[in-house]
């Protein structure tokens, strides 16, 4: 398994394919190599470009390094970056995003960005319950609570509470349950659900915001948000597509945008 080592000495597990100029995936939560999007965007990728897909910390084959900070993942994506050989493209989606922007404002590396759905939802209008959701996921997982935080983070999202009693009763929920703990570095990066603007201010790399047609219009008017915010960013909507883009539909935009 290759691995680097982050500036606080956690180890960021990691794969490359591929050939070309270096483009690193980067995972929203509950997402990582082993279950998630980007292998899939990575094997219709590789063709071009040399791909790096990793393991946020504190999931799949990755380690952690309590207290958690936004400033530590940071360093975990810098690092990758350099061990891509110090400057990369980025695509991100979700919570992702959050981290990629952050990433971006930190320094020089990131050369230019494609970032899928930040879920920036406060920027919609009517939008509530974010304040009540970051409240109970941190009761729950201080209580050790790690099914419920799931299921509540499940809910949030919208997925029906009987559908997440089916999930609840399968194999695979303990899986989630080990990076549960992970949830609660996501929030701390959508920081209330609003746009970081006196971050995204300071971001001048070509930057592409995309959005799914199919998705809800929060999430839809988050990326216009976002890209609204970023000085050198293009929005466009995928038709048909919802947060759970198909990979077939994203890989020719990406290829296009980073100049394939």
Request: with cysteine; proline share 7%.
């Amino acid at each position: 398994m290759p691995a680097i080592t982050s500036a606080d000495g956690t180890t960021i597990a990691y794969e490359r394919t591929g050939g070309g100029p270096a483009l690193v995936l980067v995972d929203g939560a509950m997402c990582y190599r082993g279950a998630g999007p980007m292998r899939p965007l990575a094997a219709l990728l590789q063709d071009t470009f040399t791909v790096y897909t990793y393991d946020r910390r504190g999931r799949g084959e990755s380690s952690d390094t309590p207290p958690y900070a936004v400033a530590r993942e940071v360093e975990d994506l810098r690092a990758l970056i350099a061990q891509a050989g110090g400057e990369a493209y980025v695509y991100a989606i979700s919570s992702g995003a959050a981290l990629t922007l952050a990433t971006a404002a930190a320094g020089p590396g990131i050369t230019k960005m494609a970032l899928y759905e930040p879920p920036f939802v406060a920027e919609a209008a009517g939008d509530t319950g974010i304040k009540e959701y970051t409240e109970r996921l941190h009761e729950l997982l201080d209580a050790g609570r790690r099914g419920d935080a799931v299921a509540l983070f499940m809910t949030y999202v919208g997925i029906p509470p009987q559908v997440v009693a089916g999930i609840r009763a399968q194999p695979g929920w303990a899986v989630l349950e080990a990076i549960a703990p992970t949830l609660a570095y996501d929030d701390a990066l959508l920081a209330g659900g609003v746009v970081p603007r006196d971050r995204t201010s300071a971001i001048a790399v070509p930057s592409l915001v995309l959005s799914g047609g199919g998705s809800p219009q929060g999430l839809q008017q988050a990326a216009k948000a976002t890209a609204d915010a970023l000085p050198t960013a293009e929005h466009r909507t995928l038709d048909g597509q919802t947060h759970d883009v198909a990979p077939e539909a994203l890989a020719p935009v990406l290829a296009e945008f980073f100049g394939a």
